[in-house]
């Protein structure tokens, strides 16, 4: 039986942690229990789901629709795109059959690649694989989430760059019906020896009628940090989602003044050890003062009041308030006060997601 194989190659650095992650997981199971009413799909789509972030891993090798069991997505650091691609080419080359004499391959199989980021790798090798090899039998589809894909690396990789906002209403929603459909109609239509055919995903969603999304300067959309619980030493991202204080002003000196880029709380969600496998250990130079944070977390281990204490280590672990406490990361004991924001503040390093 020829089979049709379908991708799933998703981004899961920080800066995706929360609603979207949970999103795209509760995402799967609705298009599986959908693409299963389908008797075209039935019968010939076979779906894996890598992730990647620094790193990138298969999370559901190449499994026929009946069997497949949408995966849980971990979290990782940084945006390896570069590695995701040779890991999707070295998963295409071992599980994708190609024509021989005697016999007919596999369909043309199709990728949907959802990235969020600026890759923290260097993809240039992996892309011009991909174009000398892989770009005339495989059908990649980048969904820019957020339009913060970099457009430059996508571009080369493919025609179909679809832009998706995930800050639309009930925009997660219709993206799944999109993608449900696009696999549908794909099916019916790869089968018969055409090409891909991709659904509408509607203009509010796609930002298509205003011929592209709002964002500037996406990478730092988010500000991310890594935390350790120093109850359980169990690890946590904190997400802080860019606020721009756009107060327009005729006075350039006050302009300037509401300028200023402040980040508020989004999310402090609670990830695994598996988080440090998918980064790619590098540190990033960008930092962020904690004046510019606003919010402050909960652990979301063991829900101590604070979940951003600065040790002098310059990690991150949660604390009780004031007093000693014990740094998870280093093992050694700091005093600490819990700041009313009017110290100036101090320099975070932020994750790279
Ligand atoms: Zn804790
Ligand atoms: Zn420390």
Redesign the pocket.
């Known amino acids: 039986m020829r089979k049709f194989p379908i991708f799933l190659v998703i981004d899961v650095s920080e800066s995706m942690a929360g609603d979207a992650l949970i999103e795209l997981e509760n995402g799967m199971r609705q298009i599986t229990a959908d693409l299963m009413t389908d008797p075209y799909a039935l019968e010939t789509a076979w779906l894996s789901v890598i992730a990647f972030a620094g790193r990138a891993r298969t999370l559901t090798p190449l499994t026929e629709l009946p069997e497949f069991v949408p995966p849980h997505l971990p979290i990782g650091g940084g945006t390896g795109l570069g590695g995701a691609l040779v890991h999707l080419m070295d998963e295409i080359d071992r599980n994708v059959s190609v024509n021989t004499a005697g016999q007919k391959g596999d369909w043309k199989p199709l990728v949907f690649l959802m990235t969020d980021g600026v890759p923290t790798d260097d993809a240039e090798p992996a892309v011009r694989r991909w174009k000398q090899s892989y770009a005339d039998r495989v059908s990649l589809v980048a969904v820019s989430i957020g339009g913060g894909g970099d457009h430059a690396v996508l571009s080369q990789l493919t025609d179909d760059i679809i832009p998706f906002d995930d800050t639309a209403e009930g925009a997660f929603k219709k993206f799944i019906m999109w993608i449900t459909n696009s696999v549908k109609s794909s099916t019916r239509s790869v089968t018969a020896g055409g090409g891909i055919s991709l659904a509408k995903m509607g203009d509010d969603v796609s930002g298509g009628a205003s011929g592209g999304l709002p964002f500037e300067a996406v990478d730092d959309r988010y500000a991310v940090f890594v935390g350790r619980c120093a109850k359980s030493r169990a690890p946590y991202v904190v997400k802080y989602e860019r606020h721009l204080n756009q107060i327009g002003s005729q006075d350039p000196r006050l302009a300037e003044l509401f300028q200023r880029r402040d980040y508020l709380l989004k999310a402090a969600v609670p990830v695994q050890e598996d988080y440090f496998e998918l980064s790619d250990g590098s540190r990033s130079e960008a930092s962020v003062s904690s004046v510019q944070l606003i919010g402050q977390p909960d652990c979301p281990h063991c829900h101590a009041p604070f979940g951003m204490a600065l040790?002098?280590?310059?990690?991150i672990?949660c604390v009780q308030g004031d007093g000693p406490a014990i740094?998870p990361?280093?093992?050694?004991t700091?005093n600490y006060g819990v700041s009313d924001g009017s110290d100036g503040g101090f320099e975070i390093e932020r994750g790279r997601g």
């Open positions: 040790c002098g280590c310059g990690s672990h740094c990361w280093c093992g050694k700091g």
